[in-house]
């Protein structure tokens, strides 16, 4: 089955700095990856998507880019805030799965002011 | 529209007893989904249905059981809990035309 990997783990960055957070598939079937947020204690809402017609996607201070032939698709947000804090989960979708996410094991963005 | 919802919030039960998590939506969704998160693991899929009367396992399935009688419901049951099983348990629907999956508020569960 499909299998992802996000990395890092945990990324501090201050106020106003970038973050990138990193993820790899395995299944070249895989045709839709949305990205998540979750704030503490609280349920994970969808950020961003992308599918896998398309290489890159934004939306005000977030955009998803997506290398197919790598396998490989990243999450970036530019000048962060602290209301940015949270835990950003990747995942992919394959494409004949009933719609089955498989998800990253999360990064904890921490964003100092 | 009340989205998708879980019951109850917080749950504490002792080894070898039994519950049931109730996953309601109403957004007329097909296809329904029980997570479990826990801390450095992500979201990992139990069980999932594509519609009324239909479930079938994920990746975690073992010592769960769950029932779609209803369209806009979907329960997880736990026949006898184990301290393995502590986690917080989050229920997602999605439109079978859609993508975007849709996260209820999610139950604590701790198995003593």
């Known amino acids: 089955g499909e299998n992802v990997e996000q990395h890092p783990s945990t990324l501090s960055v201050q106020e106003g700095d970038s973050a990138v957070i990193k993820c790899t598939y395995s299944d070249s079937a895989s045709n839709y990856f949305p990205w998540y947020k979750q704030e503490l204690g609280k349920r994970p809402q969808l950020i961003i998507d992308i599918r896998s017609n398309v290489g890159e996607k934004k939306d005000q201070r977030i955009a998803v880019t997506l290398n197919k032939t790598a396998k490989h698709f990243s999450l970036h947000i530019t000048e962060t805030q602290p209301e940015d804090s949270a835990v950003y989960f990747c995942?992919?979708?394959?494409?004949?799965?009933?719609?089955?996410?498989?998800f990253g094991q999360g990064t904890i963005l921490t964003v100092h002011p | 529209n009340a989205g998708v919802t879980q019951t109850p919030k917080f749950r504490v039960l002792k080894t070898g007893q039994s519950m049931t998590l109730l996953c309601a939506q109403d957004m007329n969704h097909e296809y329904m989904y029980w997570y479990r998160q826990d801390p450095g693991m992500g979201l990992r899929l139990i069980h999932y249905s594509v519609g009324e009367g239909t479930t079938a396992k994920g990746e975690v399935p073992d010592g769960y059981n769950v029932s779609r009688l209803k369209k806009q419901n979907f329960l997880l049951g736990l026949e006898s809990a184990a301290p393995s099983q502590t986690s917080v348990y989050f229920c997602?629907?999605?439109?079978?035309?859609?993508?975007?999956?849709?996260f209820g508020p999610g139950t604590r569960l701790t198995v003593l």
């Open positions: 995942a992919a979708k394959v494409g004949t799965s009933y719609g089955k996410l498989t």
């Open positions: 997602a629907s999605t439109a079978a035309s859609r993508n975007e999956q849709f």
